[in-house]
């Protein structure tokens, strides 16, 4: 089944707004089928440009194509259209994930192009394609069309980034002995020649790395990526897929990467495979909200949709550490402002809009545990922080639908805890201490309620000042 271009209008022009109250209001998703990885964000002729991947005619991983909005404000979005569709000999079984540029005046890209052979094996292209004025992506043809010699045909997700003027591009690929890792490319006299792999010290490190993203702050390089096959340990990689990111120095000509640890992006149970792209000075990330192979996780497939993005978070770099804030345009989300002040307290209630920021300076006194709940009807989450064990728990077990688990990570508050949530229909997503830590998570509550929000401490907490508010509704239009 394929829908004309006409079928395809008539069926999201009908499906707009999105009216289920499992449907999020403020985060982008779509009304039917499947969408994962954000792809091609750029900034062009003064609008955001944002891909993803989608599958507009089921809850499955199949039939990849690139969903298109644009926005100038991040709450104004045009109605989502289907930009790229798998159909060529390169790209037929999926149009995968990519990254735009803009050259020569034009919005390009490049994605992987994924083929099923006659075998039934696995072939990767990496493609070009430019924006049309109607909304489309042209295809230009096949950039790269096999991966280079001692990898598996596991080599997608190209990332097109510039130094000293000049194109290089990372892709995630497999060796032949089934360990994750990126190579890269560089482009010379219009041809895109293989430099090697980027050789860094993480040796065995998952089966394969995806979608990886190479930043540069000041003097130090960024790769962010997600490995598949680590070892879940106490309080990092608890989800089945990581999404991470190491700091230090590339040298594009061996290419070496001499780097820090790993350090994971976001601390939820739903973050994946994000895209960031430079605008207008800044850089800007937008993440999946789901895990791939997880499906049992997200009960909308009944309902025929799955999966959301982040908000667009921007990145900035403090003692070599990646820290994440909501781009300040979402303020303009923001209504009816409830304030808190209290002192000197152990427990306090408030019920919330439906749709909420939530903003929380902690100055904790004598408490050593902290616990926020969200309740909804009977079912709950819970946040809570231990100050001696410096630790963050998240809570998802008195859910009745949807993935459950407990995922905990460190966070150093000391006496001041900084919590900002955003409280969407099915997603939550907390920034820890301005963007040290993230956590995204989605949730499903059975009952259409608004949620309450209750916070207990073990021990009199000195203060805490803040405040929640309403959040509006994104539109397509
Ligand atoms: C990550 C990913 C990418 C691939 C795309 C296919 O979620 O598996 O590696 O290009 O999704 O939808």
Not at 114 to 122: A, G, H, I, S
Not at 196 to 214: A, R, V
Not at 341 to 350: A, H, L, S, V
Not at 417 to 423: E, T
Request: overall charge neutral; some cysteine.
């Amino acid at each position: 089944m394929v829908w004309t271009k006409t079928e395809y209008k008539e069926k999201i022009i009908a499906a707009l707004p999105m009216k289920h109250f499992w449907h999020n209001r403020f985060h982008i998703e779509m009304p039917f089928g499947l969408i994962n990885d954000p792809n091609g964000l750029s900034f062009y002729q003064g609008e955001y440009h944002i891909f993803y991947q989608w599958n507009p005619y089921s809850c499955e991983h199949k039939h990849k194509s690139w969903g298109y909005i644009k926005t100038t404000d991040f709450v104004h979005y045009t109605i989502p259209c289907l930009a790229l569709v798998p159909g060529e000999s390169f790209d037929k079984d999926g149009c995968y994930t990519g990254c735009g540029f803009v050259e020569e005046d034009k919005l390009q890209f490049v994605y992987t192009g994924n083929v099923k052979n006659d075998k039934n094996e696995r072939e990767s292209y990496q493609c070009l394609g430019s924006l049309q004025a109607d909304g489309r992506i042209k295809k230009e043809g096949v950039l790269i069309a096999k991966q280079p010699s001692g990898y598996t045909a596991h080599f997608r997700d190209p990332y097109i980034f510039y130094r000293a003027g000049e194109q290089y591009m990372v892709l995630g690929i497999q060796t032949e002995a089934l360990k994750g890792r990126v190579v890269l490319y560089h482009k010379k006299a219009g041809c895109w020649e293989f430099s090697g792999e980027i050789k860094t010290s993480l040796g065995d490190f998952g089966y394969m790395w995806e979608c990886p993203n190479m930043l540069r702050f000041a003097d130090a390089d960024v790769l962010v990526f997600s490995p598949q096959g680590l070892q879940a340990k106490e309080t990092k990689w608890q989800n089945l897929y990581q999404t991470g990111y190491i700091v230090g120095n590339l040298n594009l000509s061996t290419p070496e990467f001499s780097h820090g640890d790993f350090e994971e992006v976001d601390m939820g149970f739903d973050f994946y495979a994000p895209q960031v792209f430079k605008a207008n000075g800044r850089y800007l990330m937008l993440g999946w909200i789901g895990m791939p192979d997880r499906s049992e996780d997200y009960p909308t497939s009944d309902k025929g949709w799955m999966f959301a993005l982040t908000m667009m978070r921007e990145l900035t770099m403090k003692n070599g550490r990646l820290y994440q804030q909501p781009i300040y345009e979402i303020e303009k989300l923001r209504s009816d402002k409830t304030e808190i002040f209290k002192r000197e307290f152990t427990n306090y209630q408030g019920e919330l809009p439906r749709g909420s920021e939530i903003l929380l300076d902690l100055v904790l006194g004598e408490a050593k545990q902290i616990t926020i709940k969200f309740y909804f009807a009977l079912e709950k989450i819970t946040f809570t922080y231990d100050r001696q064990k410096e630790l963050f728990c998240i809570d998802r077990n008195k859910m009745k639908l949807g993935g459950k688990g407990i995922r905990k990570f460190k966070l150093a508050a000391k006496a001041n805890l900084r919590l900002h949530f955003f409280i969407d229909r099915t997603v939550i997503e907390l920034f820890c201490q301005d963007g040290e830590k993230t956590a995204t998570l989605m949730y499903f509550p059975e009952e259409d309620r608004s949620p309450q929000l209750v916070i207990q401490a073990d021990d009199i907490v000195t203060s805490m000042k803040g405040g929640f508010w309403q959040m509006g509704c994104i539109e397509y239009k």
